[in-house]
């Protein structure tokens, strides 16, 4: 076998073609232009719906942003009463990677239902705010569910449930409410990192961690649901999404996010 003879001239090259490749891999990272939609101090681009308020009131500061982190909280309420609530950023879009960072602490509100324990969640592809009525708990989009665990038994996160909406999964239209993913069980206050990538009306993945959890393709509304039907009617009869806005809930357990980001992605 030849024994390849490694001069001074060899090295050398070889060291040149390692940098040029190491730099290359760094412009491709540096190409990636996240862009940081909550900046630690305020809610600034960010405005709450709160079923029974209008939208832009939080009459109990259910949302709010305390040493840098943004809370959902219930310190100014006495009992729950399905006053489920959402913060929407103020961009709608289309084909992006949105991930940020989440933790549950404490105790759930007096009054919050059994399945909202530790329970909160990401909405893409959302009707617009603005539209929602006074009293509507949800808004027509589809959800990237996040859970905790309990401390003893197995609950996935990054798991998908459809308000107003279905998705096709396997080249079949898929109408359950609400789909596991498979991810780990995270128990605790720990911070858990949540990425959902949105290709427009073509495909969507949950990320927990690094990990692809679930994926589905085609996200359409569900002509039976009184808002989304509204939707189809002001789309002259499209069903598909293909874009909508973001916003994240308040569903009666404390929750926590930081270093929500966005990359904005070609179609």
């Known amino acids: 076998m030849k024994v390849l003879s490694f001069t001074p001239q060899l090295i050398a ?9 190491a730099a290359l891999t760094d412009d491709k990272t540096s190409d990636e232009k996240w862009i940081s939609l909550f900046n630690g101090k305020n809610l600034d681009g960010w405005t709450p719906k709160i079923r ?9 500061k259910t949302f ?9 909280g219930y310190e100014n309420y006495e009992e729950f009463n399905e006053t489920f609530g959402h913060l929407f ?14 933790r549950f602490t404490g105790d759930q509100v007096k009054g919050g239902p059994g399945w909202a324990y530790r329970n909160s969640g990401i909405m893409v592809h959302g009707q617009d705010p603005a539209t929602m009525v006074e009293d509507q708990d949800f808004p027509v989009s589809i959800e990237v569910q996040l859970l905790g665990g309990d401390g003893k038994a197995d609950r996935t996160t990054g798991n998908l449930c459809t308000p107003g909406t279905h998705v096709f999964m396997d080249g079949k239209l898929f109408k359950p409410h609400c789909t596991k993913s498979n991810s780990k069980t995270y128990h605790g206050d720990q911070w ?18 690094g990990e692809t959890v679930l994926k589905y393709q085609k996200p359409v ?21 293909s874009s909508g806005t973001i916003s994240l809930q308040s569903e009666s ?10 990359l904005v992605l070609d179609k």
């Open 253 to 262: 357990h404390p929750v926590e996010f930081r270093k929500v980001e966005i």
């Open 221 to 241: 509304l569900d002509g039976t649901h009184p808002e989304s039907e509204k939707m189809i009617e002001k789309a002259g009869g499209k069903i598909e999404l």
């Open 13 to 21: 090259l070889l060291a040149i073609a390692f940098i040029t490749t």
């Open 64 to 72: 709010r942003v305390e040493d840098g982190v943004l809370k959902a």
């Open 192 to 209: 858990v990192t949540a990425e959902v990538e949105v290709r427009g009306h073509e495909v969507i993945h949950h990320i927990i961690e």
């Open 52 to 60: 029974y308020e209008k939208y832009g009131e939080d009459s109990r």
């Open 89 to 102: 950023y103020k961009t709608p879009y289309s084909n992006y990677r949105l991930r940020l960072e989440y």
